[in-house]
């Protein structure tokens, strides 16, 4: 398994994310990894701004930590929004195509912001 840091962004895989929370590789496979992003029970705002679909953001209140399943085969992620620290307290998922880009999931006042952006 490869991680690289380089001032504030990580590479995992072929992801580049940038974290204001702690984070730790919780599951590793030989294609795949879960990483566990610890939220502290804050509400997640999800944004898209290039969404035909959503107006503004989609929130999930009091989430506990988010899971985000990368592998090695492709440049598509699941997102897991947990209640708690167990693995299977997910209550909500999604996917994320993440070539060319980079995560970012950053703390703004008591917000978690998930959104990406190009390279």
Do not use: W
Request: glycine share 0%; proline share 1%.
């Amino acid at each position: 398994m490869n991680i690289f840091e380089v001032n504030d962004l990580v590479e995992i895989f072929n992801l580049i994310l940038e974290t204001d929370f702690e984070f730790r590789v919780v599951n590793r496979e030989k294609e795949n990894i879960d990483i566990f992003v610890d939220i502290a029970n804050r509400a997640v705002n999800i944004v898209d701004e290039c969404s035909d679909f959503f107006n503004s953001r989609i929130q999930f209140p009091k989430v506990r930590a988010v899971l985000l399943r990368i592998s090695s085969e492709n440049q598509n992620m699941t997102v897991h929004i947990l209640r708690d620290i167990d693995l299977f307290s997910a209550f909500a998922n999604f996917e994320i195509d993440y070539s060319d880009s980079v995560v970012h999931i950053k703390k703004i006042g008591q917000y978690a912001v998930i959104e990406k952006t190009k390279i």
